[in-house]
């Protein structure tokens, strides 16, 4: 039995903010953001949330993949952004589209959190114990970046993408690889609140999204082909075999140089950063989807994905679709 990805959705806020755009509020170029990272423009939230764009993204993903809410056994959203502490984003995902038969969590493995959230739907399946499950990648960063930062806000955007994942015969995943490195857990960080118990008085200011990018940008160039090398190996296959690479969409120089890395076209590392900027976890689904409704994907294409990120994390899987 595989895991096999069914159907796709995902959602982008209706507000689209150009490099030109930022260069008017802070000092920034549209040549500087193109050149270092690819991105021309991202969406960002004003009315929407991480919950509300899951849920859209969640009812495309059923609708494409032809499953009803009541069918789910599973959901699980991988975020860093949800709009409440608790409950999860996923909780609020099952409420609204009414899927009352499913378990709803989140995970926590930033821009892995897609991946991470494929491999926990991939586990239970592959135990028996769930046959259906929606997984999901949601952010709303823009609420968690520094916006007088000008070396890390330029880089994000909002979105959500979903998946509707089910167990099959024929095609589905692979292989799969995933790791951590908790000890560079300080290279790409987020603080949380702070604590305001009777025992302790914090004045520390609202934290925001800290990031080492060179440092980030080494562990990217180095793990991801080296992960996508050994879970292509697992799988059977070699890396002229694989039809697309569905990269998380960080910098176009880390997607060239994963490219170089494993002697494989660009041509085969479908893009959306330049549209959609970085959206942590839901970057993977927001492409895949982009892909499937392109018409990229046919049964039995074989399509190699890959998360990294902050933890430090990091996971890839080969999928015949
Ligand atoms: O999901 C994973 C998330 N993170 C990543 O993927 C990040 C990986 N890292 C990167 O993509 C790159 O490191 C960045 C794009 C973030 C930065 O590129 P860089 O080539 O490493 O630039 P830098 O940080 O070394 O900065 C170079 C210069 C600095 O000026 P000086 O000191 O040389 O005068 C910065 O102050 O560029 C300046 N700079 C900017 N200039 C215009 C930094 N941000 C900006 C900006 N606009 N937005």
Known sequence: MKTRIIGTGSCLPEAVVTNDDLAKIMDTSDEWISSRTGIKKRHLAKAETTASMSVEAAKRALENAGVTAEELDLIIL????????????????QAQIGAKNAVAFDVNAACSGFMFALNIANAYIQAGLYRTALILGAETLSK?????DRSTCVLFGDGAGAAVVRGDEKYGM?????????????VLACLGRTNNNPLIKSDREIAYVHMDGQEVYKFAVTTVPASLQKTIEASGL????????????ANIRIIQSVSKRLHISEEKFPISLDHCGNISAASV??????????????PGTKIAMSGFGGGLTWASAILQW
């Open 174 to 186: 692979l292989a799969f690889d995933q790791g951590s490195d908790g000890a560079k857990g300080d």
């Open 144 to 148: 968690i970046v520094d916006w007088s």
């Open 78 to 93: 991988g975020t860093v952004s949800a709009d409440y502490v608790t409950p999860a984003c996923a909780c609020e995902v």
């Open 238 to 249: 070699t890396p002229e075999d694989i039809d697309y690479y569905a990269l998380h969409q």
């Open 285 to 298: 689904p927001i492409l895949l989807d982009e892909m499937n409704r392109n018409g990229l994907l046919k």
